[in-house]
């Protein structure tokens, strides 16, 4: 199995950054998500981790060191549609499937204005 | 437009009866899923398919039921033995590993189930 930990929730000002880590205790590696999902909705795609090091894309990055089991996502100038819960989740090393995935219980950002 | 079109949005069950969730997927992927989820927790994966006539059980299959007689539907029968069925379930699909499309998952909107 995975263990997956996560903060329970964050707080930021509008315009601000906010930083989420992700650790996780794995038997083995195939790759890291980040999904955001609003109260209610279907995850979101946000990005994918299997290499070392980060990925850029837009207002938000994210960072991976399989060697620590330690990821981080990376919000910046912190706008109030960013307030989500957003979910870390590895994919399943010895998995026959592409999809199968164990996620962590997600953070929720509150952005205030 | 592709996507993954999830329905009832909400469904209410009484204690004893089955229901099922449809799913139905138009980007052409191989494999599907349905996770589930609960407050606070993260989601679990209830049943996979990989390809059609064949599905396998994830972490909490009991109390599911699955079929895949069609590349494009995957639907979740909820059944009576599923003492704690209120929840937001989620169906997904992905490509194949090595394909392209294989590296993202993509998720439908979700339904929510209530049990009466």
């Known amino acids: 199995g995975q263990n997956i930990d996560q903060p329970t929730e964050m707080t930021a000002t509008e315009g601000a950054i906010v930083q989420i880590n992700c650790t996780y205790q794995?038997?083995?590696?195939?790759?890291l998500f980040w999904y955001q999902q609003h109260a209610g909705e279907a995850p979101t795609f946000l990005s994918y981790n299997v290499l070392d090091g980060l990925e850029e894309k837009g207002r938000f990055s994210s960072f991976l060191s399989r060697s620590k089991g330690y990821s981080y996502l990376l919000l910046k100038e912190l706008q109030m549609k960013d307030s989500a819960s957003y979910l870390c989740a590895v994919r399943d090393p010895y998995g026959d499937s592409w999809g199968k995935l164990q996620f962590g219980a997600g953070t929720q950002v509150v952005v205030t204005p | 437009d592709g996507g993954i079109t999830q329905s009832p949005k909400y469904l209410f069950r009484k204690e004893g009866q089955n229901v099922t969730l449809s799913c139905e997927q138009n980007l052409n992927h191989d494999a599907m899923y349905w996770y589930r989820q609960d407050p606070g927790q993260g989601l679990r994966l209830i049943y996979y398919s990989q390809i059609v006539n064949d599905f396998q059980k994830g972490d909490i299959a009991e109390g599911y039921s699955v079929s895949r007689e069609k590349k494009e539907s995957f639907p979740l029968t909820v059944t009576s033995a599923q003492k704690n069925p209120t929840a937001f379930y989620l169906c997904?699909?992905?490509?194949?590993?090595?394909?392209?499309?294989?590296?993202?998952?993509?998720f439908g909107e979700g339904s929510w189930l209530t049990v009466v």
């Open positions: 794995t038997s083995g590696f195939n790759g």
């Open positions: 997904a699909s992905s490509g194949r590993s090595g394909q392209r499309s294989g590296n993202t998952i993509y």
